[in-house]
C-alpha cells in the first residue's frame, strides 16, 4: 500500500502562513509592506555596519535554501537589489528613512490584520517572519508559472 507524499516543508509552512492572508486587501498590503519591512530592517542593520546586513542576509538566504532553492534563488535577487541600492544611499539617510518606514510599513501590517480580522502569524511561530518574503514571492513565482 503506497502512502502519500508528506508535503514539504515550505509548503506547510506557506499553507499555514496563508490561513491568516485569505482576505484580498490584507495581501495586497502584504505585497507592498513585507518588502518594504525586509529593505528597511536591512537598512537598519546596514547603519549598524554594512558587514552586519550582509551577514543576515547569507543567514536567511541558508534557511532559505534548506526550503526551497527557487526561493533561495528569488530572495538572493531580491536581496542584492536591496543591498545594492542601501549602498547608492547617502549614509546619514539610511537610519532615519528605514526607521520611519520600518515602523509605517508595520502600522500597515496590523491594519491589514485588523481587516483580515486574523492575527499576524509570526505570534504563533516566529519563523513566519522569514516565511512572509516567500509569500509574496510565491504569487510573483505563480504568475511566472515557476515552481518552488
Known sequence: MDQAPQPRAIDTLLAK???SHLNHTNELIHFV?????VFTLLGII????????????VLSLCYYFQ???????????????MLGLLSLMPPATVLPLSLAIF??????QFVGHK??????????DLRFLLIGPLFVLSFL???LNLAW
Open 103 to 108: 515602523v509605517l510599513a508595520w502600522i500597515g
Open 33 to 37: 509592506c513585507v518588502p518594504v519591512i
Open 46 to 57: 546596514w547603519w549598524i555596519h554594512p558587514f552586519a546586513a550582509v551577514a543576515v542576509t
Open 67 to 81: 526550503l526551497s532553492k527557487p526561493f533561495a534563488a528569488g530572495m538572493l535577487a531580491m536581496s542584492a537589489m
Open 17 to 19: 502562513y496563508s490561513e
Open 141 to 143: 513565482y505563480r504568475r
Open 115 to 124: 481587516i483580515e480580522g486574523k492575527k499576524p502569524s509570526f505570534f504563533d
